[in-house]
């Protein structure tokens, strides 16, 4: 299995364009997660789903991030407008059930100029 | 409160000590927990599972005090190669798959 596949690897994009971030998790996974990682804050969860279902986003910063997962191998995240102050390292990660190891991917280092 | 803390660090101890990392969680439901390793700009990938009885894997030793709702992380015989942030994770849902992560202790090992 290749693993948790998200592109792009890197965006460089003007504040108030729309981002979307793509995730692939690993077949046979049936959690998934979006976490984004910056030097101030660490790695906070964004957002999760369940068998393809957000069942928290409590963590997703305001409405301009919004995610989906229309089905179980492909998720997307994506922040509309964008703003600076979203440059950050964007990682999903998928696991089995609730108690094993997520897997990430090797994330998305968005910068918003 | 977090959900999950830990010291920020940065530990910067001398090759072959011993370093030991603690981890705080809030929720007592909390039923599985993780140590991941994250080297500089790489993904978080997992270290150990962190047991009730408590494990070992080689120099790592992880410990889980749940009565004070606590993990820790026990490295002996540290190695240059050890040098990396070490991240405390915690499932704090039990009915879900709520994955928390503490923001890291950066622990580098010097020669």
């Known amino acids: 299995d290749a693993g948790v596949i998200q592109s792009p690897r890197h965006e460089v994009t003007e504040m108030g364009q729309e981002v979307t971030l793509r995730c692939k998790p690993i077949?046979?996974?049936?959690?998934l997660f979006w976490y984004r990682q910056t030097m101030m804050r660490g790695l906070e969860l964004l957002i999760y789903?369940?068998?393809?279902?957000?069942?928290?986003d409590s963590g997703m910063p305001e409405d301009r991030f919004s995610a989906k997962m229309p089905n179980a191998s492909f998720s997307t995240l994506k922040i509309q407008p964008s703003e600076p102050r979203d440059s950050a390292v964007y990682f999903c990660?998928?696991?089995?059930?609730?108690?094993?190891?997520?897997?990430f991917g090797q994330g998305t280092r968005l910068t918003v100029v | 409160r977090k959900e999950v803390e830990q010291d920020p660090g940065p530990f910067n101890v001398p090759e072959g000590a011993t370093v030991a990392f603690n981890c705080t969680y809030s929720?007592?439901?909390?039923?599985?927990f993780f140590w991941y390793r994250q080297d500089c700009r790489k993904e978080p990938k997992l270290l150990m599972s962190?047991?009730?009885s408590g494990n070992e894997d080689g120099r790592f030793t992880a410990q889980l005090n749940r009565a004070s709702q606590y993990i820790s992380l026990l490295i002996r015989d540290s190695k240059l190669s050890d040098s990396a942030t070490y991240l405390c994770v915690v499932n704090v849902d039990s009915s879900a798959s709520k994955i928390i992560f503490g923001s890291g202790t950066r622990l580098s090992i010097r020669p």
């Open positions: 929720n007592s439901a909390s039923q599985s």
């Open positions: 962190v047991y009730s």
């Open positions: 077949s046979g996974h049936n959690s």
């Open positions: 789903f369940n068998n393809n279902v957000p069942i928290d």
């Open positions: 990660a998928s696991s089995t059930t609730a108690n094993t190891e997520a897997f």
